[in-house]
Protein backbone atom coordinates (compact mmCIF):
# COMPACT_ATOMS: atom_id res chain seq x y z
CA UNK A 1 0.00 0.00 0.00
CA UNK A 2 1.48 3.43 -0.78
CA UNK A 3 -0.13 7.01 0.78
CA UNK A 4 0.05 9.95 -1.24
CA UNK A 5 0.28 13.71 -0.53
CA UNK A 6 0.19 16.45 -2.95
CA UNK A 7 1.37 20.03 -2.71
CA UNK A 8 2.50 23.17 -4.69
CA UNK A 9 -1.54 24.49 -5.22
CA UNK A 10 -2.39 28.05 -4.97
CA UNK A 11 -3.67 31.04 -6.30
CA UNK A 12 -2.06 31.94 -9.48
CA UNK A 13 -2.93 34.40 -12.66
CA UNK A 14 -4.03 33.49 -16.11
CA UNK A 15 -0.60 32.71 -18.33
CA UNK A 16 1.39 31.89 -15.06
CA UNK A 17 2.64 28.27 -13.80
CA UNK A 18 2.68 26.30 -10.86
CA UNK A 19 4.60 22.71 -10.33
CA UNK A 20 2.60 20.36 -7.93
CA UNK A 21 4.32 17.74 -6.24
CA UNK A 22 3.17 14.14 -4.88
CA UNK A 23 5.37 12.49 -2.45
CA UNK A 24 4.64 8.86 -1.83
CA UNK A 25 5.40 6.65 1.32
CA UNK A 26 4.69 3.18 2.48
CA UNK A 27 6.24 1.58 -0.42
CA UNK A 28 8.66 2.77 -3.51
CA UNK A 29 6.62 4.54 -6.06
CA UNK A 30 8.58 2.56 -8.76
CA UNK A 31 5.91 -0.51 -8.41
CA UNK A 32 3.36 2.27 -9.71
CA UNK A 33 2.46 4.03 -12.99
CA UNK A 34 1.14 7.47 -11.56
CA UNK A 35 -1.79 9.81 -12.72
CA UNK A 36 -2.72 13.40 -12.52
CA UNK A 37 -6.69 14.05 -11.85
CA UNK A 38 -8.63 17.24 -11.63
CA UNK A 39 -11.97 17.95 -10.36
CA UNK A 40 -13.41 21.19 -10.60
CA UNK A 41 -17.12 22.72 -8.30
CA UNK A 42 -19.59 20.83 -9.81
CA UNK A 43 -18.03 18.62 -12.49
CA UNK A 44 -16.82 15.52 -12.75
CA UNK A 45 -13.52 13.97 -12.32
CA UNK A 46 -11.24 14.82 -15.20
CA UNK A 47 -7.77 12.74 -16.19
CA UNK A 48 -4.74 15.01 -16.48
CA UNK A 49 -1.95 13.43 -17.28
CA UNK A 50 -0.50 10.30 -16.41
CA UNK A 51 3.53 8.45 -16.71
CA UNK A 52 4.61 5.14 -16.48
CA UNK A 53 6.61 3.58 -13.52
CA UNK A 54 9.99 4.15 -15.43
CA UNK A 55 8.94 7.55 -17.51
CA UNK A 56 9.31 6.11 -20.73
CA UNK A 57 5.59 6.77 -21.22
CA UNK A 58 3.40 9.59 -20.83
CA UNK A 59 -0.51 10.59 -21.79
CA UNK A 60 -2.18 13.36 -21.28
CA UNK A 61 -5.40 14.94 -21.99
CA UNK A 62 -6.19 17.07 -24.77
CA UNK A 63 -6.95 19.97 -22.55
CA UNK A 64 -3.20 20.70 -21.41
CA UNK A 65 -1.25 18.52 -23.85
CA UNK A 66 1.49 21.21 -24.70
CA UNK A 67 1.24 22.80 -21.56
CA UNK A 68 1.33 20.70 -18.70
CA UNK A 69 4.15 18.43 -18.06
CA UNK A 70 4.37 15.30 -15.87
CA UNK A 71 7.86 14.02 -14.80
CA UNK A 72 8.97 11.51 -11.80
CA UNK A 73 11.91 11.12 -9.48
CA UNK A 74 11.90 7.45 -8.18
CA UNK A 75 14.47 8.38 -6.06
CA UNK A 76 12.66 10.78 -4.12
CA UNK A 77 9.43 8.61 -4.36
CA UNK A 78 7.89 12.07 -6.03
CA UNK A 79 5.78 12.72 -8.86
CA UNK A 80 5.78 16.16 -10.43
CA UNK A 81 3.25 18.09 -12.92
CA UNK A 82 4.79 21.34 -14.24
CA UNK A 83 1.83 23.44 -15.20
CA UNK A 84 2.53 26.35 -17.57
CA UNK A 85 -0.19 29.01 -19.19
CA UNK A 86 -2.45 28.53 -16.83
CA UNK A 87 -6.43 29.57 -17.95
CA UNK A 88 -9.16 29.60 -15.47
CA UNK A 89 -10.59 26.78 -16.69
CA UNK A 90 -7.74 25.22 -14.77
CA UNK A 91 -9.32 25.58 -11.68
CA UNK A 92 -9.86 22.47 -10.25
CA UNK A 93 -8.60 20.55 -7.07
CA UNK A 94 -5.70 18.03 -8.74
CA UNK A 95 -4.77 14.74 -6.84
CA UNK A 96 -2.39 11.73 -7.81
CA UNK A 97 -2.92 8.45 -8.17
CA UNK A 98 -0.99 5.37 -8.64
CA UNK A 99 -1.82 2.34 -10.07
CA UNK A 100 0.08 -1.14 -10.18
CA UNK A 101 2.85 -0.90 -13.12
CA UNK A 102 2.24 -4.21 -14.78
CA UNK A 103 -1.64 -2.46 -15.75
CA UNK A 104 -1.63 -0.83 -18.75
CA UNK A 105 -1.54 3.46 -18.76
CA UNK A 106 -4.48 4.27 -18.23
CA UNK A 107 -7.12 7.83 -18.25
CA UNK A 108 -9.53 5.46 -15.98
CA UNK A 109 -9.89 6.67 -12.78
CA UNK A 110 -11.04 3.22 -11.75
CA UNK A 111 -7.91 1.83 -13.07
CA UNK A 112 -5.98 3.49 -10.31
CA UNK A 113 -6.13 2.36 -6.65
CA UNK A 114 -4.44 4.68 -4.26
CA UNK A 115 -5.35 8.43 -4.16
CA UNK A 116 -4.05 11.18 -2.40
CA UNK A 117 -6.56 13.93 -1.48
CA UNK A 118 -6.04 16.50 -3.33
CA UNK A 119 -4.56 20.26 -3.85
CA UNK A 120 -6.29 23.17 -4.97
CA UNK A 121 -5.46 25.06 -7.98
CA UNK A 122 -6.98 28.56 -8.55
CA UNK A 123 -6.27 30.90 -12.01
CA UNK A 124 -7.88 33.90 -12.08
CA UNK A 125 -8.67 35.68 -14.86
Known amino acids: QVQLVESGGGLVQAGGSLRLSCAAS????????MGWFRQAPGKEREFVAA????????YYADSVRGRFTISRDNAKNTVYLQMNSLKPEDTAVYSC??????????????????WGQGTQVTVSS
Open 97 to 114: AAQPRWRSLTSNPMQYDY
Open 26 to 33: GRTLSAYN
Open 51 to 58: ITWSSIST
